[in-house]
């Protein structure tokens, strides 16, 4: 296997390293991209032909140098990574699905609009964990199709539930269940965080668990508003907070839609 090392001087915060990675992504023969973002060092462990890696690196315009290549058994090819990947978005897409279906019971029971726009947040991620199983193994094209897929999705359940919100703020003025609110959001929160570190497991940085990743935090932070809004609700007896925090998890929602969709 090769190590090629690279000098890349207008490499200097993630965003250029997510932007190699993708460039590089369509490679079958590398087993390993290497990152030293303080020095600007770029080592690529490979069975690929050298000079077309120069060129797809260069087509970034990052002033890239080749400095040195050896041959070494450092790194090995994980012939796994693809079924690996695919073990846990099985996972984190059964977590999302049965918290859907959860929190959507809840929200009626409660009535609470916090509890809606958590549970289309669950649903809209488990449509992205379904695609994302259907972008493994396969050609960057198609890994950003997928992106494209699920940041849209969760652009229209976004605008969807401003809608949502504004009806809700209009015309119902019913108070929403504090305490069904707080158990939802805390088995959420636990189900979210299971889901995290799931992902975090893996180090591919590819396109589609980078997505999986940024909408899974995004709803670390919703189950967290949510239950704050439900011990506010219990304070001040007013369905305000409830709606509120639901106007923020869509706002989150949309937040997450764009960056998905920058990738």
Known sequence: MKKTLFKIHKMDCPSEEQLIRTKL????????LSFDLNNRFLTIYHNENTDILIDNINQLNL???????????????????????????????????L???????????????????????????????????LAIGKKYNTKKKVALTAGSLQLFLAILG??????????????????????????????NLFSFMFLNKDKSNEIHITASKIITSND????????????????????????????????????????????
């Open 63 to 97: 002033d890239a140098i080749l400095l040195d290549e050896t041959l070494t058994d450092e790194v090995e090819f994980d012939v796994n990574n693809d079924q690996y990947q695919k073990n846990l978005l099985i996972k984190v897409f059964i977590i999302n699905l």
């Open 162 to 191: 401003f809608y949502e919100v504004f009806k809700r703020f209009i015309y119902n003025q019913y108070i929403p269940s504090y305490k069904i609110m707080i158990i939802i959001s805390v088995l959420a929160l636990i189900a």
């Open 25 to 32: 992504s369509s490679f079958k023969n590398i087993a390993k």
């Open 220 to 263: 670390i932070i919703a189950n967290i508003g949510v239950l704050l809004a439900a011990i506010i609700v219990n304070l001040t007896n007013s369905n305000i907070p409830d709606l509120i925090i639901g106007t923020i998890v869509f706002y989150l929602v949309l937040r997450g839609s764009i960056s998905i969709l920058k990738l």
């Open 99 to 133: 918290f859907f279906i959860i929190e959507i019971i809840a929200a009626y029971i409660a009535n609470s609009m916090g509890l809606l726009a958590d549970s289309l947040d669950m649903l809209s991620d488990a449509f992205v964990y379904s695609l994302s199983l």
